[in-house]
Nanobody, 120 residues
Framework: QLQLVESGGGLVQPGGSLRLSCAASGFTFSSYSMSWYRQSPGKERELVAAISNPGGSIEADSMKGRFTISRDNAKNTVYLQMNSLEPEDTAVYYC??????????????WGKGTLVTVSS
């Protein structure tokens, strides 16, 4: 059974840091590139960063130098280290495979996500 469980979100002040985790199961994690997406209220879901195996990564332009994606294949987990957070980073963050997302019954599968709120 496919499962993506995101965690690590919370309330943080502008300029602060958070580390998100995503525990994956139900598929061969090491065979897939992984990614983080985010969705803010009223906006479409957008790609934040992606990482291949063994570890080449890409980040969206607005996150370069602030966000770092990494993975631990032994733990079937992908991480997102977020530094210098800005109010505009407030969103629900999701992980998934990349570039094609996991599918269940013909539809994209998403976990519940983890909410990041950047506010003073």
């Amino acid at each position: 059974q496919l499962q993506l469980v995101e965690s690590g979100g919370g309330l943080v002040q502008p300029g602060g840091s958070l580390r998100l985790s995503c525990a994956a199961s139900g598929f061969t994690f090491s065979s897939y590139s992984m990614s983080w997406y985010r969705q803010s209220p009223g906006k479409e879901r957008e790609l934040v960063a992606a990482i291949s195996n063994p570890g080449g990564s890409i980040e969206a332009d607005s996150m370069k130098g602030r966000f770092t994606i990494s993975r631990d294949n032994a733990k079937n987990t992908v991480y997102l280290q977020m530094n210098s957070l800005e109010p505009e980073d407030t969103a629900v963050y999701y992980c998934n495979t990349f570039p094609s997302r996991l599918r269940v019954n013909g539809m994209d599968y998403w976990g519940k996500g983890t909410l990041v709120t950047v506010s003073s």
